[in-house]
């Protein structure tokens, strides 16, 4: 995997990329470590190999000079999306929080908070509610007490965790997989990019098998 990098330091600068271009940049390779060979070969005679054995593997992180990458001084940050899972919480509370900060001033925030302290009331008050826990005062004791169902208690804030993204009105949950992974991606590349201020740009990424 290479990431061509734009205006990058002259240090990093490099023609070791598969387009020989003199360019800044990285260069990930993950290969077979030779050293396991004869190990590899032993399974592969017995029978042993199911799938790929990825701990015989190494991977080597190159700046486009040929030097190793030294992740403490590397000028280049990277980012992790995992695309396997379903879990976008964190991204969604995050650009749901970053937007209410930047649009609505502290007095509207506090107007919002106030009407979801409502809504959640009226949800407590009503008749349904109100029938149901007439019926567990009769049937149901916990530790010898009578017991209710209510909302879980919330801190001031959590009016903001339940507010959710919408896509073309589709909620975000419900607008394919895929889609989620692309939007995940790019509000992570725009957090960390506001967040770092970082001056470069990664704009060609090309993936092959070595």
Known sequence: ?????????AQYRGSNNSLSEDISGIRVVAEFDSQYASVYTDM????????IPVEFYRVDCRYFSGEPVSYRYCPI????????RKDYTGVVDRFVSENITQYLSPEDQVDLSIAYRKVRANFSDSGTITKLNEELKKGQALNGRVCS???????V??????MAISIDTIPFEQIGFGTQNTIKVELAIAHDDRRNRAR???????ERCL
Do not use: H
Request: hydrophobic residues 30%; aromatic residues 12%.
């Open 1 to 9: 995997m290479e990431a061509y990098c734009e205006d990058g330091d």
């Open 149 to 155: 169902l209510e909302l879980r208690e919330n801190d």
């Open 77 to 84: 940050k990277s980012i992790f999306v995992d695309t396997t």
């Open 157 to 162: 804030d959590e009016w903001k965790r339940q």
């Open 200 to 206: 470069w740009s990664i704009f060609d990424c090309k």
């Open 44 to 51: 592969l005679e017995a029978g042993e190999v199911k799938d």
